[in-house]
């Protein structure tokens, strides 16, 4: 995607690129994804809209998002309120119909699989499954950087 040649990436799996998983029909049934926020920039996101925020979306921007999506459906699920979003991205692309409903067959399995999920990143030794040997290598190669730079103050 940014045009740079594979042999000046060492850390590129080519069948991991997105756009390869496009071009060969070979995405992941369901992606999550996480927006994480600091309390800074929480704040700054309130101040620069203040005038034309919407009260009702300040509840959301004081809270992490994580998501689940497959290519047709996506769950959104706050870390600490009890407000939920699904979408049928077939015939709302653009997520303005909000279907969250306990009788959706497809929100209660796209649901489920959030708190699976969610669950299994809690577990260290279920992250340690899915990583490659080289996310694995450069993990380990990461954390040896920190802890010598860390009795180098």
């Known amino acids: 995607m940014t045009g740079i040649p594979s042999s000046q990436n060492k850390y590129l799996e080519i069948k991991k690129s997105i756009i390869y ?3 060969n029909n070979s995405t ?27 009260k009702s979306l300040i ?25 939920e979003e699904f979408y049928d991205l077939s015939i709302d692309p653009h997520e303005q119909i ?3 409903n ?18 299994n990143i809690k577990k260290p030794e279920k992250l340690t ?4 040997k080289k996310e694995k290598d450069l993990i380990k190669k990461t954390l040896k950087g920190l802890k010598s730079k860390e009795f180098n103050l």
């Open 21 to 23: 998983q496009i071009n």
């Open 28 to 54: 992941p049934k369901y992606i999550f994804g996480e927006y994480l926020k600091s309390k800074d920039e929480m704040l700054e996101l309130i101040n620069v809209h203040r005038k034309t925020i919407n």
């Open 59 to 83: 509840p959301k921007i004081f809270n992490h998002m994580y998501f689940i999506r497959s290519n047709k459906l996506k769950y959104i699920k706050y870390n600490a309120i009890k407000i």
């Open 98 to 100: 909000n279907i969250a």
């Open 102 to 119: 306990e009788n959706n067959k497809n929100y209660r399995i796209m649901k489920l699989k959030m708190e699976n999920f969610l669950n």
């Open 129 to 132: 499954q899915i990583l490659t």
